[in-house]
Nanobody, 123 residues
Framework: QVQLVESGGGLVQAGGSLRLSCAAS????????MGWFRQAPGKEREFVGA????????AYADSVKGRFTISRDNAKNTVYLQMNSLRPEDTAVYYC????????????????WGQGTQVTVSS
């Protein structure tokens, strides 16, 4: 079973950048679609982006298109989320997830989740 561990969160000023990483254990990383979701206090978990099994396809929420980039390195069992031009409304706990279908924009399309990493963007 794959286990996911996120890192890279923190506090950043509006307009700044952060790169999140999600390291996966196990030998089957490339058999999973990988996604990033976020959840702000009092709000539902929302889709941020996803990358296909070999990284050839990506999908993004409209709210982050042009600012965030998702990528993966199957040799390192790691998926990344590069976040640029951050806004206060990007403040949330960010989760990576592993699933089996494409494109999967619903949390129900993923069956493995990390513990989350906090991203706080100050104005």
């Amino acid at each position: 079973q794959v286990q996911l561990v996120e890192s890279g969160g923190g506090l950043v000023q509006a307009g700044g950048s952060l790169r999140l990483s999600c390291a996966a254990s196990g030998r089957t990383f490339s058999s999973y679609v990988m996604g990033w979701f976020r959840q702000a206090p009092g709000k539902e978990r929302e889709f941020v982006g996803a990358v296909s099994w070999l990284g050839s396809s990506t999908a993004y929420a409209d709210s982050v298109k042009g600012r965030f980039t998702i990528s993966r390195d199957n040799a390192k069992n790691t998926v990344y989320l590069q976040m640029n031009s951050l806004r206060p409304e990007d403040t949330a706990v960010y989760y990576c997830a592993a699933g089996g279908s494409w494109p999967a924009v619903s949390p129900y399309g993923y069956n493995l989740w990390g513990q989350g990493t906090q991203v706080t963007v100050s104005s």
